[in-house]
């Protein structure tokens, strides 16, 4: 997911009032990421603060981090110190930067960037706005860093920033799995799961909003509950938010292989409601990558696993991420990458490159790959997946699928823009629509007339 700035949307019900409490947010990184700032910004808001889209005019200048690799670290920096400039011209300015970078440097980030007045961890950002105004007043930079233990409450302020009809839920925080590529279980902790009651609880006041759409989200969904006293499990929470809600849709991000079951197929299978689209990192298949790794799966289990789905599920749009040049990778196991997609034709991969990142326990891994060979390998693969992503949405040519609008399209005023339950928001491609008229965040049926490789084009149905 691309940095967002945060500023006043067409579609926004906020009232603006004369105040001199201006801010100007970025928020940095994944899904989950921004839903703490929904946090943050819904608590800046009740402390009378107005989100103004020029840093030049804001009082408050909020950076919430990514930092779980290099890529990410630098972006975050970067952005720290364009935000900075704008306080050689608006001395009252405060900068103040927060989210995983902090959780994983607060220390070397206090010393190294003297420009920021305020550095606050994960666990401090529902308290963001008490945080700042005791700063003020004060010469020197503040961290404030705890141990992770946050876990938001449906009682917790959140000020949505994605469009109207779609948001997310962020069921869980923190992880168990200890992947060594990972450094999430030491910035963002151990697993914690929220309640089915505080969820639903979420969820009605979503849907209240006008919410279409519900993004399930967390580190590892079908980790949701293992912490919890008694049988609790994803299947368990998505029937109750079906009899709790009438949610149109709701989606599944971000599964782990081996825990992905019968049971929430099953689930999935008799229930509309929830699309038929499923992310599954995936991350490697040759089998002593995966022990390298610590991914708790063989080739053979993703084998049977993809053809469990499309047992179950055999529209089901399969997203998955990959990871080349991990320590040990050879030309066979990059070709056995290839072949892997060949024969599945998953709809949707995201590959990237290693990164070899200090407090990793891959990091201390021999048999490094080299930077031109993770570029190659990058590129070989993302090519052999662009061939089937192209064949694999050609089927939908013809067809009639409901689908979500969003609105005008960013390419030109003349077509909508929308996408099929087989399309993720921010990280898939879209539907433009050429014929008819609705409004964002209905839900209408669609004739798919052309398939580019990523993005469909269509035809509203007159019903």
Not at 244 to 257: A, C, G, K, N, V
Not at 272 to 291: G, K, T
Request: aromatic share 6%; charged share 25%.
């Amino acid at each position: 997911m691309r940095g967002i700035d945060f500023f006043l949307p067409s579609s926004s019900n906020l009232i603006y009032m004369n105040t001199e409490k201006t801010m100007h947010l970025v928020s940095l990184g994944c899904a989950k990421n921004l839903v703490d700032s929904e946090v943050m910004l819904a608590v800046l808001e009740n402390a009378g603060y107005t989100v103004v889209e020029d840093p030049g005019r804001a009082e408050l200048l909020l950076v919430n981090t990514c930092g779980f690799i290099q890529p990410a670290v630098e972006e975050a920096v970067d952005r720290i110190l364009r935000l900075a400039e704008y306080k050689e011209h608006n001395k009252n300015a405060i900068l103040v930067v927060c989210g995983c970078l902090v959780q994983r440097y607060g220390d070397q980030l206090l010393k190294e960037l003297p420009e920021v007045d305020l550095f606050v961890g994960i666990n401090e950002i529902a308290d963001i706005a008490d945080l700042i105004d005791r700063k003020k007043g004060a010469d020197k930079s503040v961290l404030h860093l705890q141990p992770p233990r946050f876990l938001m409450k449906s009682s917790t302020p959140r000020r949505l920033s994605t469009p109207f009809f779609q948001a997310y839920l962020k069921i869980t925080e923190g992880c168990d799995n200890r992947c060594t590529y990972c450094l999430i279980p030491s910035i963002r902790g151990n697993l914690r799961s929220r309640s089915i009651e505080d969820l639903v609880c979420e969820a009605q006041r979503l849907e209240q909003g006008g919410v279409r759409e519900l993004c399930l989200i967390a580190q590892d969904l079908t980790a949701y509950g293992n912490d919890l006293p008694g049988d609790v499990s994803l299947p368990m929470l998505l029937e109750q938010l079906l009899r709790s809600t009438d949610i149109p849709w709701f989606r599944l991000l971000y599964l782990y292989p081996t825990t992905t079951g019968d049971d929430l197929l099953a689930l999935m299978a008799r229930e509309a409601r929830i699309v038929p689209y499923l992310d599954i990192p995936f991350q490697h298949v040759s089998d002593h990558i995966l022990r390298a790794m610590n991914r708790r799966y063989t080739l053979e289990d993703l084998d049977r696993l993809v053809v469990n789905i499309r047992r179950y599920l055999p529209e089901c749009a399969l997203r998955s991420t990959l990871l080349v040049g991990f320590p040990g990778e050879t030309e066979q196991d990059v070709s056995l990458l290839i072949d892997f997609l060949e024969r599945r034709h998953l709809d949707h991969v995201g590959v990237f490159q290693y990164q070899d990142e200090p407090g990793c326990a891959a990091h201390g891994l021999a048999n490094k790959v080299g930077m031109e060979e993770k570029e190659e390998r990058y590129d070989r693969v993302m090519k052999a997946q662009a061939g089937i992503s192209d064949h694999n949405i050609k089927r939908f040519v013809g067809r009639v699928e409901p689908v979500l609008v969003e609105g005008v399209s960013s390419e030109t005023e003349l077509l909508l823009e929308g996408r099929t339950r087989f399309q993720a928001p921010d990280i898939d491609g879209c539907v433009y629509i050429a014929d008819g008229r609705a409004n964002p965040g209905d839900i209408v049926s669609v004739r798919i007339t052309e398939a580019h490789t990523y993005d469909l084009v269509g035809e509203i149905i007159r019903e």
